[in-house]
């Protein structure tokens, strides 16, 4: 893999980034003030105590060659740091340069920031707690002989993995980067999709321990303020120590936290990022992590891939239909062919009946339970696959099906038709990757009601799960919204997807603000 | 503690789903004996006896189908349902059931009380085919040998299905005949099998009707007037007629026909008109006749509408004689004018003697089968 | 708490659902045997100017549920009364359907699983209907409405090869009497149980909704039955009033081929869903009636025991199945009277009498103002 050093443009917007209320106090671990002295070599100390235990960080005193009186020491964090810059627009300048000590030492830091330093970011403190936390992030905090203000100059620069595609929701047509785990990189990559000063970042910082830095996107004219003003209050409620991923935030902020529905999207892709944006939804960049968050979501986003729309509108609606009815079928299928096969005989014609009562000849399992138990064995096969390298990986597939595929049959420890059902409901769950979560759990439930009232159990599950959905809200828009109501531009998008030049308004109530996507539609 | 207690009582909610419910109907599907066939006997010590064909399953890959016939004998039929279940371990299953055989014995009795148990109960279905075993037991209909096949109940159905091609025999299912004796404006007509000796072995064969007086057997026709009787009631499809031209037999395959019914009732007669109009072509001739004759043609189609009437005749006048109206002639005078019958039924003089029927005959024949001289 | 609102759309799937709840189970005017069509028809025309009344007494008051209505007409004393007789009867019926259903999942399909259980299960759903609300049920009706509805039509069609439109004959056979005493029951069962919804059409978002909701929906619903009736006379003929259900057995002739057959247990779907709609609804106006008797702040803490009662009535209800449909065909006519034709009469007359007079109150002191 190509690793490539982030350069450090643009990194003064994360200077901005507010730190909450609260959140600084575990910092004051320092025994003093708080304030620098005058003279260097205490103020070093003073650093040194700060850091103490951490050897990552470097202590680099030097001197101007031209006056001994100017003194100076930088701290960075080795790692953190783009040293060549640091080396190359401050080391050399303060070297090499010929300029004078001003009389009082205030003026030295304005001569050394105006006149010295070619760098675009550079800002002076006063304050110990935000040079301490200016270094954790990979800043450098230049100290001066006889001042007790320091400069703060930003230099943050780590490696990082380079913009690659991604490897959930491949695509044939369509865009192929994908986001990084660099904030910044993610900035940048939909501030290239939409070049227009209406694109608002709002930065925050969550984690009381890791300061992560998260980054809320949206269009202004097309987001609806009450979606932002709750987002950023339930941002605002989050009390964690650490955020590693954006699941963390994802499940901070969910509308029902006990519900196997996702009520947050996230995507790798910029390109659904963006659209989604454009539909009126806010996306949240959490750094760390290349997943971004999209809020509102609701159930129809789970059916919709981002290369239906690149594609031609009819066989992108047959693809949404495929993915819908797959939907249904991967949830249905066990139990529904478990309450056929055990309560409902009468329904299967006699030929299939006679050949699904040979198979099941010797078999000592009653079929609700072998069912179950190839459905959990496929999990368990698919979790397994997931984590494994591709090699082993492969091998997992094939035990997986010798054993379970053949192996069982004839040593009749399954019938041969619970095996047809595991591997239809299995492959089918694959057709909407993000719904995998909340299928697994569908499934049992729905095998377990079917298993003691039939086809009547299974509807009652169907309904439950119905009544669930209908009553559950994304950020106050209703989660089916679109699948229920197939009034004028709703569903043009839902169980199908309109042609672009027919697609003229936005969702509504997401979209609310502005509902006008194409103003007419002569481009057709 | 709470937490605790809580997720004690939610695993003994979930474990209680599982050992308590999930029980009452659940059935395995090869703990089942798949009934294809039935057939009712008079008992010799109760009023039954039930004999079925159960669908024998072998092989787990290579599905083996065969078929075993037993017999139980019990007081009423669900009696002698419940007491296979003490033969042959597993429970009896009806859902499936192909035909139902019933002896000319019970028939001649009261057939309602047999259908009873097929039309109510909810896991038989109600449109299984019904045959009258004519000149043998209904045990020994399924007990026969096999060609071609290996379950003899299927073996029926099939013919069954397949009447249309011969119009020989009818079908008739358990929900017609008793939607049929609910009317009591038409006589019952069911199919009648027997066995037919081939070789040394035993085939079913299924040929002509039982006709039913209210609920009870009356009469058999065979197979030709069970044909002139699908013609009166507008149910042919195929078929063959035989004529003679010149003491040269003739067949005309029957290509399509349709039967009106015109009724009337003037001054308390009824007559009931029928309008006869069938299409055939000449199929099998023994020796040579010039077909591009169109007055031969034109004879033929006399001779056979001559033919076609008398039989026609032959069969209202047998009908008439054990006052069984099997062309439903009543139900459509009924129908056509519901307050003149009313009249009539007051003054207790609907009897099927009573209805006149007139008949015309037109045969058309279109072609001459592929080559105009034979 | 946000005030819910029902769209008309939802409004009207909502109301056909009710309507087709139990009533494409058990048939309607199955007595007129092959009349029964015009019995629905006679049913549909006796029911249009109720159908008007109840429309009108919401668009007089409108945005305000059948309780509230109740008090501010008759005061806090008669009207409770009034409205313990209107929850009463959205309490039986609730328990009617429940039971007509769980009757035909035990007769047709369960026949060892003791009923109760059955008809807990079911409660279940019914008591997690009501406690999301309205909004929620209306919502499910609208997803349901089409899987009924082209379940029927696909049902239809494929059972045409089963059909004898011989059947029908003789229109009037049993003159002209029974057929208006049948199409009375028809009158009172399906169409003017529809009263209940008077409990939840306080939801609609405009005053004239009302009329449109009872008028589309009732002919649509009329429509379904009628057409469903038909189908029954065509394939059981004289036999429609022997089947406790006759669409499920004349769907059960369908055969397409040699490989689907026994259709009739995917129609139990629509079954589930209009009669879970149907039972829904009567649980959540009966528990808003209750809520209103008592003054509660909230109806959704009495749904639980409410419906747990329910279930526990619709078991009592009745020994056995024969009862039932002797009830549903003899009796219930007779009984729903006072809460389907003089109840709705009392409130609208009283009704439009206040509302003359208000306006002529308002006009009197616009006259003064000019």
């Not at chain 1, 190359?88 to 300029?99: A, M």
């Not at chain 3, 379940?151 to 239809?156: G, P, Q, R, Y």
């Not at chain 3, 003359?356 to 006259?367: L, T, V």
Request: aromatic fraction near 8%.
């Amino acid at each position: 893999m190509v690793i490539i050093v982030e350069k450090n443009t643009k990194k003064h917007i994360f200077k901005k980034a507010k730190s909450f209320e609260g959140k600084t106090k575990d910092e004051k671990n320092t025994n003093n003030s708080g304030k620098l002295t005058k003279s260097l070599n205490r103020n070093i100390t003073i650093f040194q105590s700060s850091f103490s235990n951490d050897d990552t960080v470097i202590f680099r005193k030097f001197q101007n060659q031209y006056s001994d009186k100017i003194k100076c020491c930088i701290i960075i964090i080795e790692g953190m740091t783009d040293i060549e810059h640091i080396n190359r627009r401050v080391i050399e300048p303060l070297q090499n340069q010929v300029f004078q000590r001003p009389k009082s030492s205030v003026n030295l830091v304005d001569e050394v920031q105006n006149k010295v330093l070619p760098v675009n970011d550079v800002r002076q403190s006063t304050r110990l707690n935000e040079m301490i936390k200016a270094v954790c992030y990979g800043d450098t905090v230049l100290l001066l002989d006889g001042c007790d203000v320091a400069l703060i100059i930003s230099s943050r620069g780590w490696e990082s993995r380079p913009i690659s595609e991604p490897e959930s929701g491949k695509v044939v047509r369509g865009p192929r980067e994908g986001f990084t785990e660099s904030i910044i990189k993610n900035v940048s990559l939909i501030r290239r999709k939409i070049k227009n000063p209406n694109l608002k970042f709002k930065l925050m910082e969550l984690g009381k321990q890791t300061h992560t830095a998260i980054c809320i996107t949206y269009i202004e004219g097309i987001a609806l303020d009450s979606i932002l003003t709750e987002l950023e209050q339930r941002l605002n409620r989050i009390d964690i120590d650490g955020i590693l991923d954006s699941g963390y935030v994802q499940e901070l902020i969910q509308d029902e936290p006990l519900s196997p529905f996702p009520t947050v999207g996230s995507s790798e892709r910029p390109d659904v990022v963006v659209a989604k944006m454009l539909e009126g939804r806010v996306a949240i960049i959490v750094d760390g992590s290349p997943f971004v968050l999209t809020v509102p979501h609701i159930l129809v986003e789970s059916i919709q891939i981002n290369e239906d729309y690149y594609n031609h509108f009819l066989f992108g609606s047959f693809n949404r239909f495929l993915r819908a009815a797959s939907a249904i079928a991967t949830i249905s299928i066990p139990a529904v062919y478990l309450a056929i096969v055990t309560y409902h005989q009468e329904m299967i014609p006699t030929q299939l009946l006679i050949s699904i009562s040979a198979s099941l000849e010797g078999v000592p399992l009653p079929t609700s339970l072998s069912l179950i138990i190839m459905m959990l064995i496929f999990d368990i096969l698919r979790e397994a696959g997931t984590r494994m390298p591709t090699a082993i990986g492969q091998a997992v597939n094939i035990v997986g099906t010798l054993v379970l595929g053949q192996a069982a049959v004839d040593a009749h420890l399954v019938s041969s038709p619970v095996i047809i059902v595991t591997a239809i409901s299995g492959i089918t769950t694959f057709m909407h990757p993000t719904m995998i979560e909340s299928v697994v759990i569908l499934r049992l439930v729905l095998i377990i009601a079917a298993s003691f009232l039939g086809i009547y159990g299974y509807l009652i599950g169907v309904i439950l799960i119905l009544l669930h959905l209908l009553s559950i809200r994304s950020f106050g828009v209703p989660y089916m919204m679109g699948l229920t109501r197939l009034e004028e531009h709703d569903g043009q998008d839902s169980w199908i997807r309109a042609p672009w030049w027919s697609m003229t308004l936005r969702p509504k109530i997401i979209g609310a603000r502005n509902q006008i996507r194409q103003t007419s539609r002569h481009n057709r | 503690m709470m937490t605790i207690k809580k997720s004690i009582t939610v695993l003994l909610l979930i474990s209680m789903i599982f050992t308590l419910t999930s029980c009452w109907n659940y059935k395995e599907v090869n703990q089942l004996n798949i009934v294809v066939g039935a057939a009712i006997d008079k008992g010799e010590s109760n009023n039954y006896m039930l004999t079925v064909e159960l669908i024998h399953v072998k092989g787990n890959a290579d599905v083996n189908v065969s078929s075993e016939v037993m017999s139980i004998e019990g007081d009423t039929l669900l009696d002698a349902v419940r007491r296979f279940n003490s033969i042959t371990g597993k429970r009896a299953y009806w859902a499936h059931i192909r035909v139902v055989i019933v002896c000319e014995d019970i028939a001649s009795e009261d057939l309602s009380r047999v259908l009873g148990f097929f039309v109510e109960d909810a896991e038989t279905r109600s449109d299984v085919f019904i045959v009258i075993s004519r000149e043998c037991k209904a045990k020994d209909i399924l007990n026969a040998d096999l060609f071609m096949e290996n379950v003899v109940a299927e073996t029926i159905n099939r013919s069954l299905k397949n009447s249309k091609v011969l119009s020989e025999f009818q079908q008739a299912s358990t929900f017609s005949v008793s939607k049929e004796l609910k009317t009591n404006k038409k006589s019952v007509t069911i199919p009648t099998i027997s066995l037919l000796p081939m070789d040394d072995k035993k085939a079913t064969f299924i040929n002509g009707t039982a006709i039913f007086k209210d609920n009870k057997l009356t009469a058999f026709i065979d197979g030709s007037e069970t044909k002139t009787m699908l013609f009166l009631k507008n149910d042919i499809e195929s078929g063959v007629i035989v004529t003679k031209y010149n003491d040269r037999n003739i067949t005309l395959e029957i290509l399509d026909n349709t039967t009106r019914i015109k009724t009337r009732i003037d001054n308390d007669v009824m007559t009931v008109n029928v309008l006869v109009d069938t299409q055939a072509a000449i199929n099998e001739v023994e020796r040579d006749i010039d077909f591009s004759d169109i007055d031969i043609i034109k004879d033929i189609e006399k001779l056979s509408e001559i033919q076609l009437v008398e039989s026609m005749e032959g069969v209202i006048d047998k009908a008439k004689h054990y006052g069984t109206d099997i062309f439903g002639f009543t139900q459509k005078l009924y129908e056509n004018h519901p307050k003149k019958f009313r009249q009539i039924e007051n003054l207790g003089e609907v009897e099927f003697r009573n209805i006149n029927v007139d008949i015309s005959v037109k045969v058309r024949i279109l072609n001459s089968g592929e080559v105009s001289k034979l | 708490m946000i005030r819910e609102r029902i769209t008309d759309k939802e409004a009207t799937c909502l109301l056909i659902l009710f309507l087709l709840g139990s009533s494409i189970l058990v048939g309607i005017g199955v007595r007129a045997k092959n009349d029964a069509w015009l019995a629905g028809i006679l049913g549909v025309v006796f029911f249009i100017p109720f159908a008007l009344i109840y429309a009108r007494i919401q668009s007089i008051f409108h945005g305000r549920d059948i309780f509230e209505i109740t008090i501010l007409l008759y005061g806090k004393v008669f009207g409770r009364i009034l409205i313990i007789i209107f929850s009463w009867y959205s309490f039986h019926l609730g328990a009617l359907v429940l039971r007509n259903f769980c009757e035909f999942v035990h007769v047709e399909s369960f026949p060892e699983t003791p009923l109760i259980v059955i008809t807990l299960c079911f409660i279940t759903i019914n008591i997690a209907a009501a406690r999301s609300g309205i909004e929620v049920i209306a919502r499910i009706a609208t997803f349901c409405l089409p899987v009924v509805i082209i379940l029927f039509l696909l049902m239809e069609i494929l059972s045409i090869s089963t059909m004898d439109f011989n059947n029908i004959k003789p229109i009037l056979g049993n003159g002209f009497s029974k057929v208006a005493d049948v199409g009375f029951s028809s009158f009172s069962f399906p169409f003017a149980e529809s009263v209940i919804l008077l409990g939840v059409f306080y939801t609609l978002k405009k005053r004239e909704s009302a009329v449109k909701v009872y008028m589309k929906g009732v002919l649509a619903a009329g429509i379904v039955l009628i057409t469903l009736t038909l189908v029954n006379i065509f394939v059981l003929g004289n036999m429609i009033e022997d089947y406790y259900f006759p669409s499920y057995a004349s769907f059960s002739f369908i055969k397409v081929g040699d490989f689907i057959q026994r259709m009739e247990g995917t129609i139990a779907i629509s079954y589930v869903l209009t009669s879970f709609i149907k039972s829904s609804i009567c649980l959540f106006v009966a528990c808003k009636g209750i809520a209103a008797v008592f003054n509660l702040n909230h109806y959704k803490f009495i749904v639980i025991q409410t419906g747990l009662i329910m279930a526990y009535f619709s078991l009592i209800l009745y020994d056995n199945i024969e009862e039932m449909v002797d009830w549903f065909q003899n009796i219930y006519q007779f009984y729903a009277i006072p809460f389907q034709i003089i109840f709705p009469l009392f409130i609208w007359v009283c009704a439009e009498i206040r509302n003359r007079s208000e306006k002529r109150d308002q006009s009197g002191k616009g006259k003064k103002g000019v």
